[in-house]
């Protein structure tokens, strides 16, 4: 037997029921397809919105019923007759079929071949769970929607968050100098992860001083979180 989550109307954590199943048949892949036991399934706030009838559910992406999660990492056990660079074996990681239903809250999932890579040796299965889908936004607003490289100043409000620590490390990976904004508590790992200049989001002085250093790009993560003295920046990317 398998296991996943289901839910039947939206709501609260309680709207979230166990039911045990027959797992998925591998005869039943499509060419494209690859069947992975989840060794964890990540958490991200638009799986709390899409829960409660926001979110993807607003969008129309999601209808009733539905296994809520986008994010996992596992074990590849079957893998369809197209799919040459992944096997049975495999640990992999990645975000399955966003903004479609991804169905990840289940000790077996379905997923496109495209949607999953190969775990590093450096990463749990745990680690690599909380990965995709913050990741994926914080590389998409520097390699897509900017170009973030050598020379460049960016500058990272929430950067002690979720996105917000990966933005830090992405930007720096590219060459960028990185301003990370967070509370003083997290600060030095900040500049651990790659953090240049940190400021404390609580101390209007330091706020008001970003005014003198522009930026090349803003990540201003969560969006509206933070009001910034204007203009901080010469153009924002995100």
């Given at each position: 037997m398998s296991t996943r989550v289901v839910q039947h109307r939206f709501g609260g954590p309680e709207v979230l029921e166990v039911v045990d199943e027959a797992p998925p048949a591998p005869?039943?892949?499509?060419?494209?397809?690859?069947?992975?036991?989840?060794a964890f399934a990540g958490g991200n706030p638009i799986d709390v919105m899409t829960r409660t009838g926001g979110g993807m559910a607003a969008a129309g992406a999601v209808s009733l019923p539905f296994?809520?999660?986008?994010?996992?990492?596992?074990?590849?056990?079957?893998?369809?007759?197209?799919?040459?660079?992944?096997?049975?074996?495999?640990?992999v990681f990645g975000m399955a079929r966003f903004p479609r239903e991804g169905a990840t809250y289940a000790q077996h999932v379905v997923v496109p071949a495209a949607d999953l890579v190969v775990t590093p040796?450096?990463?749990?299965?745990?680690?690599?769970?909380?990965?995709?889908?913050?990741?994926?936004?914080?590389?998409?607003?520097?390699?897509?929607?900017?170009?973030?490289g050598p020379g460049q100043r960016v500058l990272i409000t929430g950067a002690g968050g979720g996105v917000g620590h990966l933005a830090v490390?992405?930007?720096?990976?590219?060459?960028?100098?990185?301003?990370?904004?967070a509370s003083a508590a997290k600060h030095a790992w900040l500049r651990d992860l790659g953090a240049d200049e940190t400021v404390d989001y609580t101390d209007p002085a330091a706020l008001a001083a970003l005014?003198?250093?522009?930026?090349?790009?803003?990540?201003n993560w969560p969006p509206a979180r933070l009001r910034l003295p204007w203009p901080p920046y010469d153009r924002?990317?995100?």
């Amino acid at each position: 037997m398998s296991t996943r989550v289901v839910q039947h109307r939206f709501g609260g954590p309680e709207v979230l029921e166990v039911v045990d199943e027959a797992p998925p048949a591998p005869a039943a892949l499509a060419a494209d397809e690859v069947l992975v036991r989840t060794a964890f399934a990540g958490g991200n706030p638009i799986d709390v919105m899409t829960r409660t009838g926001g979110g993807m559910a607003a969008a129309g992406a999601v209808s009733l019923p539905f296994t809520p999660g986008w994010d996992l990492a596992g074990t590849v056990e079957a893998v369809g007759d197209q799919v040459s660079d992944l096997r049975a074996g495999d640990r992999v990681f990645g975000m399955a079929r966003f903004p479609r239903e991804g169905a990840t809250y289940a000790q077996h999932v379905v997923v496109p071949a495209a949607d999953l890579v190969v775990t590093p040796e450096v990463l749990s299965d745990e680690a690599a769970a909380a990965l995709p889908m913050g990741a994926m936004t914080a590389w998409q607003a520097f390699a897509d929607t900017t170009q973030v490289g050598p020379g460049q100043r960016v500058l990272i409000t929430g950067a002690g968050g979720g996105v917000g620590h990966l933005a830090v490390q992405i930007a720096d990976h590219l060459g960028a100098t990185v301003v990370a904004v967070a509370s003083a508590a997290k600060h030095a790992w900040l500049r651990d992860l790659g953090a240049d200049e940190t400021v404390d989001y609580t101390d209007p002085a330091a706020l008001a001083a970003l005014a003198d250093a522009p930026v090349d790009v803003a990540l201003n993560w969560p969006p509206a979180r933070l009001r910034l003295p204007w203009p901080p920046y010469d153009r924002a990317g995100c």
